[in-house]
C-alpha cells in the first residue's frame, strides 16, 4: 500500500481525529499536504520511498499497488508501480 510517513501502516488514529478524512486515500494525500513523505507498507512494515517524485505516488495513495524496485534497508526507489491484482 502506498502510505504516509505520518500515518505508516494504519490510518485508523488519524481518521479517528479527523472525520473528514473517510478513506486511507483521502487521509495519505491530506497527510502529504502537510509535510509527511509517501511511504511503502509490506506486511506491516514501512519502507520510506526515496524517489518521491513519481508521478504514479498520488494517484496510488491509499492504494494496495504491486511495486518493482531496490530495497536497502527501510529504504526503497520504486523503479515500477502498479496497481495490486485483487
Not at 479517528?16 to 494525500?29: S, V
Not at 506486511?43 to 505516488?57: F, H, K, P
Amino acid at each position: 500500500m502506498i502510505s504516509d510517513s505520518m500515518c505508516g501502516a494504519s490510518h485508523a488514529k488519524m481518521m479517528a481525529e479527523h472525520p473528514n478524512m473517510k478513506t486511507d486515500r483521502a487521509c495519505t494525500l491530506a497527510c502529504v499536504k502537510a509535510g509527511a513523505k509517501y511511504v511503502f507498507v509490506s506486511n506491516q512494515v514501512v519502507y520510506e520511498i526515496t524517489n518521491q517524485d513519481m508521478a504514479s505516488l498520488p494517484k496510488e495513495a491509499g492504494e494496495s499497488v504491486s511495486v518493482t524496485g531496490d530495497v536497502n534497508g527501510n529504504s526503497i526507489t520504486i523503479s515500477k508501480l502498479m496497481p495490486a491484482k485483487n
